[in-house]
């Protein structure tokens, strides 16, 4: 079974700074996916980035940037230039490839509360 | 291309009633998961369906919770004589294979309050 830690409860950034949100899992698969999601105060669950296990480069989506170590299993969120519209708590999530048809289920981490500030 | 369709998005019930939550897939995804979020923690995966199939129920309750994914329509996830700790968030996500990318999409969640 994966589980999915995150050890960060609360953080907090002021506007324009950048944070980095942690995240690391366990696992005995070799081919896998990993993604953060936000969930803002609305509680929707938005999804952030994604990151393919086989790919060694680090996936970007305008100011949001990942660093995924797959040796020591680490995938953390870095946000540049934080902006009020991210306060919101963010979760880690892996799932397990299969290779025809796809579809698995998420595993989430317990989240990590974000709060921007002026 | 309207995203997962999630109704209702709040719901009241007093224990011993039944719930029924459904979701509308994404256009052109088959693949349909339920999770539950409890209040103050993560999601916790409930139900995996495709198409008139459940592919994995491994996170749902043995007792009194269902789900279906029929042929026609929107699946349905049903928790019969609802008690006070089935109030949690509700949601669906939806996904497809489709060029080597098979990410979830969630819908806005069914708020369920246990009277």
């Known amino acids: 079974a994966q589980t999915v830690t995150q050890s960060q409860p609360e953080m907090s950034v002021q506007e324009a700074e950048t944070v980095t949100l942690s995240c690391t899992y366990d696992t005995s698969e070799s081919n896998y996916y990993l993604f953060w999601y936000k969930q803002p105060p609305s509680r929707q669950m938005i999804l952030v980035i994604r990151?393919?296990?086989?790919?060694?480069q680090n996936a970007t989506e305008n100011r949001f940037s990942v660093n995924f170590q797959k040796a020591a299993k680490s995938f953390s969120l870095k946000i540049s230039d934080s902006q009020l519209g991210d306060t919101a708590m963010y979760f880690c999530a892996f799932m397990k490839l299969k290779l025809t048809g796809g579809g698995n289920k998420l595993t989430f981490g317990t989240g990590t509360q974000l709060k921007v500030e002026l | 291309n309207a995203g997962v369709m999630q109704n209702p998005r709040h719901l009241v019930r007093r224990r011993g009633q039944e719930a029924r939550l459904r979701c509308s897939p994404m256009?052109?995804?088959?693949?349909v998961y339920w999770y539950r979020q409890l209040p103050e923690e993560g999601l916790k995966f409930m139900v995996y369906?495709?198409?008139?199939?459940?592919?994995?129920e491994s996170g749902m309750p043995k007792e009194r919770f269902s789900a279906e994914f029929p042929k026609e329509g929107p699946s349905i996830l049903r928790i019969q004589q609802v008690v006070r700790g089935d109030s949690a968030a509700y949601f669906c996500?939806?996904?497809?294979?489709?060029?080597?990318?098979?990410?979830?999409?969630f819908g806005p969640g069914t708020r369920l309050t246990v009277l």
């Open positions: 996500a939806s996904s497809e294979m489709i060029a080597g990318e098979d990410t979830q999409y």
């Open positions: 369906l495709q198409k008139e199939n459940i592919i994995d």
């Open positions: 256009k052109g995804h088959s693949h």
């Open positions: 990151q393919e296990a086989y790919k060694q």
